[in-house]
């Protein structure tokens, strides 16, 4: 199973994990709505700014 870190990124080149084990991203305008491994969810305001699969990463540049 492929799941992603979900990664949010501020202004300030702050970064905090929002969630560990991500396994859908939903995309509407502005909005990304996260949804982990185990059903949990997570509403955040930005944009994805890289995912690297490599890195099991989900970058998310927030809405400052």
Same mark, same amino acid.
């Given at each position: 199973?492929?799941?992603?870190?979900?990664?949010?990124?501020?202004?300030?080149?702050?970064?905090?994990?929002?969630?560990?084990?991500?396994?859908?991203?939903?995309?509407?305008?502005?909005?990304?709505?996260?949804?982990?491994?185990?059903?949990?969810?997570?509403?955040?305001?930005?944009?994805?700014?890289?995912?690297?699969?490599?890195? %099991?990463?989900?970058?998310?540049? %927030?809405?400052?």
């Amino acid at each position: 199973m492929c799941e992603l870190k979900a990664i949010l990124e501020t202004g300030e080149g702050n970064r905090d994990i929002i969630m560990e084990s991500t396994t859908r991203v939903i995309v509407e305008g502005d909005e990304i709505e996260l949804t982990g491994i185990f059903g949990e969810r997570e509403n955040v305001q930005g944009s994805i700014k890289e995912i690297n699969f490599s890195k %099991g990463e989900l970058i998310i540049l %927030g809405n400052d």
